[in-house]
């Protein structure tokens, strides 16, 4: 192991002189202090529990943000990776988040997911340059109620978009204004399933007590499998129990044949502007930047302050300091590359991490 040590402190340790001033990068930093086979077994089971929890929340945000769930998957391991690799916090988890449901409705609804590729990539781009422009300190300037009041807010924005896949409704349409949206829920209550409905309020109940019992294991992983085999159990006994599922509601063409639920092949590399994931695709040029500049402005502040909010509470738990320079360039770094592969905006993600 101690080979194993003094590998990787020589990977890390190279020295650029036009990168002579870029921020440190924590996984560096702990390769410098020195990794032992006790830090690799418990990284091991660490990553196990994450993924367990990571994967199934990209794919169900990705369908909040209303893109295809495989571009959550695709999300959640590129700029996982590429934040877990470049970031200053020892313990971030990256991936999309709740907060960005919000933001990338709009702009699916207006551009298409081509467009929401090509957003990402320019939020990536600014959010590159907020870190090398040592930018990161500047989340300390933030008012508590500020932060109070926009994951609020936020919080009931998605708890109405949660509204119809909770009942099982199916309206006519679904605007993108709060209260149009309510309404519309209203006039399609004459539809809600007693099935999605159960599986929903089980979940839910889980969710919430499950930290009661026992606090080890994580409550999304016990609820997931459990109300999974439950379903699969009384759609077995009782036929009329039917779900809606990522294999019924999503499907992808593959080597000309439709294939339903995630693609059983790895993610293509493309240009994000001609990603016709759903028939849509940009001409990249002013026009286009001009009108996505605005929407990627908000996802990268966004992006910012829920990863250095996260990174700053995982300092607090684990009595770490993480360089939020560094985590503002990984996190650039990860949605840059994310849209080539077709994945979505990412950010820190509080609750994982």
Known sequence: MTSITSRLKEL?????????????????????????GADFQAD????????????????????????????????????????????????????PTAAFVVILVPVVHKFGVSGLLVAGLLAGVLLVAMGLARMGQLIQFIPYPVTTGFTSGIALVIATLQIKDFFGLHPAMTPDGFAGRLHAYWQARGTWSPADFLVGAVTLAILILWPRVHKRIPSPVIALGFVTIATVVAHRLSPAFNVATIGSRFSSIVGGVTVAG???????????????????????????????????????????????????????????RHDPDAELLALGVGNILCPFFGGIPATGAIART
């Open 12 to 36: 890390f340790s190279f020295s650029i002189p036009s990168l002579a001033l870029r921020p440190a990068s924590a996984l560096r930093e702990k390769f410098h202090q020195g990794y032992t």
């Open 262 to 320: 995630i693609p059983p092949t790895p993610p293509s590399i493309g240009f994000p502007w001609r990603r016709a994931v759903d028939g849509s695709s940009l001409p990249l040029n002013f026009a286009t930047i001009h009108s996505l500049a605005p929407s990627a402005f908000a996802i990268a502040m966004l992006a910012a302050i829920e990863s250095l909010l996260s990174a700053v509470v995982s300092d607090a738990m684990a009595q770490t």
């Open 44 to 95: 091991i089971l660490s990553g196990i529990i994450v993924g367990t929890v990571a994967l199934p929340l990209g794919m169900a945000l990705a369908i909040a943000s209303g893109v295809p769930p495989q571009l959550g998957l695709y999300t959640v391991v590129i700029a996982g990776g590429a934040v877990a690799l470049l970031g200053g916090s020892r313990f971030q988890v990256t991936g």
